[in-house]
DNA sequence: AACTTTTATGTAAGCCCTTACATCACTGTA
DNA sequence: TACAGTGATGTAAGGGCTTACATAAAAGTT
């Protein structure tokens, strides 16, 4: 049962065992020739390192901590996976946790995340804007410890490093495009009070204020992020009038499709939809949905870069903003 | 940096290491004040233990390596998520790993995932089924030393365990379904050769013959999961006449609808579509999609409970297999 | 009172690495 | 020839935990 250790391939390569985790870690010089033996020997033996012991002695596994509220979304899910392959891509492996939207869910799964002594904690999803310093401050307290990278999230902080979507200005144009086009009434749908949802509906807003155009109260609905949820919400508003629709997440956006269709109105030609996100689901609806490439795997990448050169100890920058994309289908057509 | 360790807080509570690691595992009888002392002290200094060192001791981490095709299919994605949420609920953590459809990447992927000396490694997605030994034979290798269970997947083997969903089972009734429903041309549509696509075929052709119908190798088709590459495929098949479509993908049961939109021909007045797996696509698209709910929770529910009780030491089947339902919405109304 | 048990705790050996420092054999230089 | 410098390797000290075994104190038994 006992695998094969350092001892054991020492001997057998006729070397030190500090020889052998020379070789291991290609660190300082080693003979060739001695280099080769140990290789082989290792080969042969089918020998890999424990390890914990080399956890214990570097103090560091190469291991990052992911901390996702939903896999299941698919934005997510694709972060995930872009993550996950290209940390693999540099030697490190990711701990996943799905922690649920709730703040202090989360709270508790950076705290056991932790526990494993990770590289690195990266926040996939947005953190809330309530403005609580509470909320964020354990966020804080990590980044004491290991660099804490946010994806869409933004606290200000030490080692916290924070690439985002540009969703305010996404917003902000996909909100103009619609007033250019004559909608006079956006339904604005969001779901959260994230920080992310905060900087849409800021997007949302000032298209209307700069070109004149009032914010109502009555436009801007609340709902769950959900397909049928939305669809249902949207059915009991019984007196809402609308002619456009942009909604935070593309789950809403399809669900204002389904309300649509349920009450025999006609997409795009009586009302406009545009979502958020590019999921899969904005090409599996009918008509195919406009919507908002967030450009996860971008903001992923940058992350990932971010990270390895700070790792590398290098100096990066704290923001990251990328520039969002309209990925116009069929539900804008004018 | 160093944090506090079992020597501090031994020194602190006026014991022994040996005294405060019984505390810390709950291990053999410790005095209630002693341990009590103990905790205070731990809890006063925020002390957790190394888990390296941990490891080190008792070659284990409590955690568990998953690999998976692809996170960011949703009935994938939704099987991690419950994975990782239930396994957490035991206390160990997931190392997630996303192979890709490749064998010989997925190889590789626990290869990689093994060196991590997890205590148990959890398959999601079917494996080959193309019988040839040497792609499952680093499987039965991998038994030999930690407990393999299988989501979706079957090998045969010691320490291999298998959760199923009761594939052939699934496509059988559906064909059925649409046979009493006088369709006599039904397009299966597959991605893979995997073990659990052959069952789905295998359902396919025995409902046909056992109700004395033709199987028609022009009906099958292979295609990618993707909507828009299925609907392609199809939109490239001129000569191909179908009256009703099962497909074993849910993506590419939206890729039929796709198509027959493009076409022109009305589902489910001329041509009825079935999918599979209940993920979020089938109720995005229009109509919405009757499809297959494999069960993706209960079969993972089945797994975990499995492997606790394996690691309890008691003894477990090796094969499990779950019924599935059809949920039946709007693409096979007649 | 002289013992056996039981309970609580401590000691120290291991688990398998990394790495600072020591050593030794060369090469090159003065 | 003596010595500094270089390269290759070894020695041994951690790193923080678990646990078998040893010990000591308390309780029970005769």
Redesign the interface.
């Known amino acids: 049962m006992r695998g094969v250790n350092i001892y054991d391939i020492a001997k057998l390569a006729d070397v030190s065992i500090a020889t052998v985790s020379r070789v291991v870690n290609d660190s300082s010089k080693v003979n060739d020739k001695t280099k080769e033996k140990v290789l082989r020997v290792m080969e042969e033996n089918h020998y890999?390192p424990?390890?914990?012991?080399?956890?214990?002695g570097l103090?560091s596994?190469k291991?990052v901590g992911?901390v996702c509220p939903?896999?299941?979304d698919?934005y997510m899910?694709?972060a995930?996976?872009y993550l996950?392959?290209n940390l693999?891509g540099y030697g490190y492996?990711?701990?996943?946790?799905?922690s649920g939207y709730d703040e202090e869910d989360k709270r508790q799964a950076v705290e056991?995340?932790l526990?494993?002594?990770i590289d690195a904690l990266v926040l996939i999803g947005s953190n809330y804007a309530g403005g609580r310093d509470e909320e964020t401050s354990y966020i804080n307290e990590v980044a004491g410890q290991i660099p804490v990278f946010m994806i869409n999230g933004y606290i200000e902080g030490e080692n916290i490093y924070c690439t985002l979507a540009d969703d305010y200005q996404a917003v902000y144009d996909a909100t103009e495009e619609l007033i250019f086009a004559g909608k006079r009434r956006i339904l604005f749908l969001s779901n959260s009070e994230s920080f992310s949802a905060m900087q849409k509906r800021k997007g949302y807003e000032d298209a209307h204020k700069n070109h004149g155009l009032p914010v109502l109260e009555e436009l801007r609905l609340y709902t769950e992020n959900s397909?049928?949820g939305t669809r249902d919400r949207l059915l009991l508003c019984r007196n809402l009038v609308f002619d456009s629709v942009i909604a935070t997440e593309d789950?809403m956006a399809?669900g204002a499709?389904k309300y649509a269709?349920a009450r025999g109105i006609s997409v795009p030609g009586e009302i406009s939809v545009v979502g958020y996100n590019n999921s899969?689901?904005s090409?599996?609806?009918?008509p195919e949905l406009t919507t908002v490439d967030a450009r996860g795997e971008i903001l992923c990448k940058s992350a990932i870069d971010s990270m390895m050169s700070l790792l590398g100890g290098e100096k990066i920058r704290q923001k990251t903003m990328i520039k969002c994309h309209l990925i116009k289908r069929h539900t804008t057509d004018f």
């Open positions: 890999t424990n390890v914990f012991a080399r956890g214990l103090n596994m291991t992911l939903d896999v299941s698919n899910a694709k995930v996976a996950e392959k693999r492996d990711c701990i996943l946790y799905c056991l995340i526990q494993k002594r397909i049928h789950g399809v499709l269709r899969e689901l090409i599996s609806c009918e």
